[in-house]
């Protein structure tokens, strides 16, 4: 929160507000992105096959809305902004953050959670 100008210009109640409906919809985004891949690449036999791949989409899916949705809100409509203090990646325009979120918060749930080979 403190790499968008929200934090120096919002009420308190403003910044919680935020952070709230931010976290609401990142977990409605890895949702869509999770049963999207699912439906894409994934089998009746998932999470045992096809759990790399199920991986991998999910977090491209997510990161795709993840940028349209940061270019479209910063860009577009102006709904929010970036403070100065935030890293922004050239070419697409896009926060250091909520990218980095997208790549590294997915990879580290599906390590977490990957199905694995109980020892005989």
Known sequence: MPLYTLWETGSPGEIVFAAIHCTGGDILIAMSALLAALFLFGSGQWPETGYRIVGFAT???GLSYTVFSEWLNIE???AWA???L???????DAGLSPVAQWIVLPVLAFWWAAPRKEAP
């Open 59 to 61: 977090t491209l899916i």
């Open 76 to 78: 577009v409509r102006e």
């Open 82 to 84: 970036y403070r100065d």
């Open 86 to 92: 935030m890293p922004v990646i050239p070419v697409i």
